[in-house]
Structure formats: structure tokens, C-alpha cells
């Protein structure tokens, strides 16, 4: 603002010139701040889309030690997890015979396996070693593996029960994130860029905003406490945010936080800079998504992080517009027409971009079109397409047969848009809930890494031991691969090996297949088919020499899939 003005006799005069440079002042000062949340804005996406991705999501056991279902003589040293990828652990924790349990704090991280140090000599009986670690896409993932010492006993209680009332939690706060980030943001964004001199809306942006303030640290809590598998009473402990800090979520939960302080900004602060923030929250909505969850841990990282990115800032444009646009619509439709205007010519390219994006996503999780059916990410993934279906029907509806009415003037055509955009809104919350459903359920492509893992077991005799993994470890098709040892971990040469395969449960009498030496210290057996999942018999019976021989078994499971 330009102003001059004369002081009373005997006081100083402000000149028009010095009033000039005031507001060149507040003008530069505005496009400085404007400068700095764009230039925020872009480095946390450039971080999040450069960030170093892990190749899998939700890590997959691949092996103990020892072994599940090994019987020792003795007390181990130390145990060992292995992993389809990168872990970070939680909680691991030792069961004894007796039902007590034993903390185990001491472990190392060696690429994907970890090396867990045993604190005591452990009993005779069976025990188990519980496990729950955190995968690359953020998620915990938890399991167990049952060894003997000397003779089995009854197996401890070690399952894991399903807290209801916790994951009712993480998932109506991953919905009130959504709803922030989403309706909140997006609606600063179309309040700022889209409305002209229209203000309608603005109680409601600010509302969703607050509702995602609030649940962004709450679900970094929850996650700290699904990842402990600890009870909504100990939200508050250290130990459960030290948790959570330690995934990957905690991008998600401090870039969304930067855009839902940007969007704030543009709803509060001067016309100059609201533009600036606006859209720059915008670009952190999808840097926030990016960051962490199932489809941005996916390979390839360089096409699916951008994807993500794209998407989710597509969503916030789209959504975010229709309250701020419907209230409008519905109280100053005047004033309105030109919010209308803006906003069908800027959405159908929108649109596209979101499908585009959706669609290639989904092909990369699902993979192949049966895990639609056969998986529960698949089904919330075809609900959530059928209300996507009915949503852009809609929107064409709107788009193409009302709205060039209501920009008219028909008032009654109004109504109708505005009855059609509060259904639009209603659809998109229920969207929001189902896809906060799939942080339950991992994706076909992670199930199909999981069951393309081996399974391996240690058979560890005085006379001989022997590494077998068997791959992929479900029935099927199969190779099975064999490591020979002495009892005391020498080499032993072996002049042949023969895997012997029984269940007797299932009625199924030993399968022998010959193993054959390739030339690089492991034995192998081609062409194996094992019919049924299940626990199997693994005997290898090793001919040593022309006048000895040697037989060791042990139990192997064979998983369905």
C-alpha cells in the first residue's frame, strides 16, 4: 500500500516516498517467504523421490538358525534370522519350556540376516524364537521358529493374537491423515488457485487440516505400537516412539506435517504468499506418500516413487476442490461460477494423470489378474475400483451435463451439482477407508516374493551336517540344494548324496532322488516335485566311502504357496 501523510505541527512527516519503500519492503518480504516454502517444498520431494529404495515390501523369512523344528544337543552360542531384504528389529524375544520369557537386546545386522547373541545355556525342552522386525516399506512383520534342546516337550504358548482395538485405531488415524492431506491441503490449494474471490469452504479446509495435524503424530505413535505389538495403554512410552522413529513412516508423517503447515499458511497468511504455500503443501502431499508405504517400496523405484508422487498430489487437486466447491456453489452461486469454470477445464487432464498413474501402480502390486480374487489386498483393491468406477461416472455426469448449466445460472442445476458433489465427497471418504485397509494386507507382488523364497534348514549330527534349502519353498516344482559337512564344520567329501523325502501323515512313502555335484561344492537335485505343503522328513543319506555311510534327517515345512 502506498500512502503520505502530514503530522500534526511541531512532529515529523512521513513522505508518500517513504511509504513507497514500506511496502516494496512487505512485498519483497512476502515473495522471500513465498521463495522459501517453494524452495521447502521442492527439496522434500526431491528427498523422498531420491531417497534409496529397498527392493521388497514386507520382508519375507527365509531361513533360521536354528533351524525350525531342530532338535540340538546342546545350547547355542547365538540364534539367526534371514531375510528376503533389510530388516531393523523390534522385538525378539526367547520362550522358554516353561512359558517364561527372555528379552534378547543383543544382535548385529549383517546385510539381511540378524545375528541375535543367546545370554544363557538354555534347558532342555522346546523353545521359541519369537521375532517382529520392520520391513523396507515401513511395516512390521512378526513370526516364530520352534528348536529343541536334547528331546522336544510340549511347545510354550507363543502365538501372536490380532489387537482389534489397536488396528481399529491405526486405521481411523490413517483415514484422518488422509482426510488432511487430501480434502485438507487440496482444499487450500483450490481456495488459493481456483476460487477467485469466492471464501466459502475455508472453515471447512481449516477443519480437515487440524484433523490431519492431529493424526499424523497419533499414527506414528500407532505405528510404533503395532511395530512393538504393544497395547494402545503404553502409547505413551519411550520405548514405542523410539519404535516408530526406526520406520520409514516417519517421512510420510514429517513431510504430510510440512503440507499441512503450508496449506495453514495459505489460509492465514497474506494474499502474496498464498498461492506459494498452497501449492507447495500440494507437492509435499505426494512427497509424503512417496516416502514410505506398499506401491513406493516396489521395484522398479525409479518409475513407482514418481508414480506415487504424481498420484497422490492428483488426488489432492481433485478431491480437495469439491467441498470448497459445492459449499460455494451452494451459498454464493455467483460469486461461484467462475470457481466452476476454473476448476472443469483444469480437471480432466487431472483425471487422466491419476488413472494413468493408478493404473500402472496396481499392475506392479497385483501382478497377475487371479490375485484380485485369491487376495485380500486384490478385494480391497476391486471395491475400491468399483467406487472409483461410480465416482468418475459421476464426475462425467457433473462435468459434461451440469455444469455448463450451473455456470448459466439454473439454479435448480446448481442444487443438483451440489447434491452430486456432496455424493462425490461421500464415495472419496469411503475410498479413503479402504485404501487405509491395505496397511493390513500386503500386496500379491510381496506374497509372490515371499513364496518365491527358499526354505533351508541345519542338520547338525556327530558324524555329519548338512545346509539344505529347498527352492522355492512351497510344493511344486522344486530344486533342492545341499551343502555337506563334517560334525565338526571340516569338508567332507562325499562320494554321493541321496535326499530322501517321507510324510507319513499324508500317506506318502520316502521319495529318493540321487543328487548330482555341478563343480561348485554343492550337491543338487533337479526336476524334485513335492506334491503336499506341510511339515516334510529331510534325510540325506551321504555314502562316505565304499565301506561308509551316513544318515541325517530333520523336519522341513513346506509352505501351500
Known amino acids: 500500500m502506498i500512502f503520505c501523510w502530514r503530522a500534526p505541527s511541531g512532529r515529523a512527516t512521513i513522505s508518500c516516498h517513504e511509504g513507497m519503500n514500506a511496502a516494496q519492503s512487505s512485498t519483497t518480504i512476502r515473495m522471500r517467504t513465498g521463495l522459501l516454502a517453494w524452495l521447502v517444498a521442492a527439496l522434500m520431494a526431491i528427498g523422498v523421490l531420491a531417497m534409496p529404495g529397498r527392493a521388497f515390501a514386507h520382508a519375507a523369512l527365509v531361513a533360521t538358525d536354528?533351524?525350525?523344528?531342530?532338535?540340538?544337543?546342546?545350547?547355542?552360542?547365538?540364534?539367526?534370522?534371514?531375510?528376503?531384504?533389510?530388516?531393523s528389529p523390534l522385538v525378539l524375544t526367547l520362550v522358554r519350556p516353561d512359558g517364561s520369557q527372555l528379552a534378547l537386546t543383543s544382535f548385529r545386522l549383517n546385510d539381511q540376516t540378524v545375528e541375535i547373541d543367546n545370554p544363557e545355556t538354555l534347558k532342555s525342552g522346546t523353545h521359541v524364537l519369537s521375532w517382529r522386525v520392520v520391513s523396507a516399506d515401513g511395516h512390521p512383520v512378526g513370526g516364530s521358529a520352534l528348536f529343541s534342546i536334547g528331546a522336544p516337550s510340549a511347545a510354550p504358548v507363543a502365538g501372536e493374537a490380532v489387537d482389534w482395538t489397536l488396528r481399529a485405531a491405526i486405521w481411523a488415524a490413517r483415514l484422518f491423515l488422509y482426510a488432511g492431506l487430501f480434502l485438507g491441503v487440496g482444499g487450500a490449494f483450490a481456495l488459493a488457485l481456483l476460487t477467485g474471490d469466492v471464501r466459502r469452504g475455508r472453515r471447512f479446509v481449516a477443519a480437515a487440516l487440524l484433523l490431519g495435524l492431529v493424526a499424523a503424530p497419533v499414527s506414528l505413535g500407532l505405528q510404533g505400537l503395532d511395530g512393538l505389538g504393544a497395547p494402545l495403554a503404553r502409547f505413551a512410552t519411550p520405548a514405542v516412539w523410539k519404535a516408530a522413529l526406526e520406520t520409514s513412516f516417519v517421512w510420510t508423517?514429517?513431510?504430510?506435517?510440512?503440507?499441512l503447515g503450508l496449506a495453514l499458511l495459505s489460509l492465514a497468511g497474506p494474499p502474496g504468499l498464498r498461492k506459494l504455500s498452497a501449492s507447495a503443501a500440494l507437492?509435499?502431499?505426494?512427497?509424503?506418500?512417496?516416502?514410505?508405504?506398499?506401491?513406493?517400496?516396489?521395484?522398479?523405484?525409479?518409475?513407482?516413487?514418481?508414480?506415487?508422487?504424481?498420484?497422490?498430489?492428483?488426488i489432492a487437486f481433485w478431491v480437495g476442490a469439491l467441498a470448497p466447491l459445492g459449499l460455494a456453489l451452494r451459498r454464493e452461486p455467483a460469486e461461484a461460477k467462475v470457481f466452476l469454470r476454473r476448476f472443469s477445464r483444469a480437471i480432466p487432464p487431472v483425471v487422466i494423470l491419476l488413472a494413468a498413474s493408478g493404473i500402472v501402480l496396481a499392475t506392479i502390486q497385483v501382478q497377475v489378474p487371479a490375485a484380485l480374487i485369491n487376495t485380500a489386498y486384490g478385494r480391497l483393491l476391486l471395491l475400491k475400483l468399483a467406487l472409483l468406477l461410480f465416482l468418475f461416472t459421476l464426475a462425467a455426469v457433473n462435468r459434461w451435463t451440469l455444469t455448463a448449466p450451473a455456470e448459466a445460472g439454473d439454479t435448480e442445476v446448481q442444487r443438483r451439482l451440489v447434491r452430486s458433489i456432496g455424493i462425490e465427497v461421500v464415495i472419496v471418504l469411503a475410498i479413503f477407508g479402504v485404501a487405509a485397509g491395505w496397511r493390513f494386507t500386503p500386496p500379491p507382488r510381496a506374497l509372490a516374493i515371499a513364496a518365491a523364497q527358499p526354505v533351508s534348514i541345519h542338520i547338525h549330527t556327530l558324524e555329519a551336517m548338512a545346509d539344505l534349502s529347498?527352492?522355492?519353498?512351497?510344493?511344486?516344482?522344486?530344486?533342492?540344494?545341499?551343502v555337506i559337512m563334517t560334525g565338526d564344520f571340516g569338508p567332507l567329501d562325499a562320494k554321493q548324496v541321496t535326499l530322501v523325502l517321507s510324510k507319513p501323515d499324508s500317506g506318502i512313502e520316502p521319495i529318493k532322488r540321487p543328487a548330482r555335484k555341478p563343480g561348485d561344492g554343492t550337491w543338487r537335485v533337479d526336476n524334485l516335485v513335492i506334491p503336499l505343503p506341510g511339515r516334510w522328513n529331510a534325510r540325506l543319506d551321504i555314502l562316505v566311502s565304499d565301506f561308509e555311510a551316513v544318515k541325517i534327517e530333520a523336519p522341513i515345512d513346506i509352505r501351500s504357496d
Not at 536354528?66 to 530388516?87: H, I, K, M, N, Y
Not at 508423517?253 to 503440507?259: E, F, K, Q
Not at 502431499?285 to 492428483?314: D, K, M, N
Not at 529347498?470 to 545341499?482: D, E, K, L, R
Open 66 to 87: 536354528p533351524a525350525d523344528g531342530a532338535v540340538l544337543a546342546q545350547s547355542p552360542a547365538r540364534f539367526s534370522l534371514t531375510f528376503s531384504e533389510p530388516v
Open 470 to 482: 529347498i527352492t522355492p519353498g512351497h510344493a511344486g516344482a522344486v530344486v533342492a540344494s545341499m
Open 283 to 314: 507437492l509435499c502431499v505426494g512427497g509424503a506418500l512417496a516416502a514410505s508405504g506398499h506401491a513406493s517400496a516396489a521395484e522398479p523405484q525409479w518409475l513407482t516413487r514418481p508414480l506415487v508422487f504424481l498420484h497422490g498430489a492428483a
Open 253 to 259: 508423517v514429517v513431510v504430510g506435517l510440512i503440507a
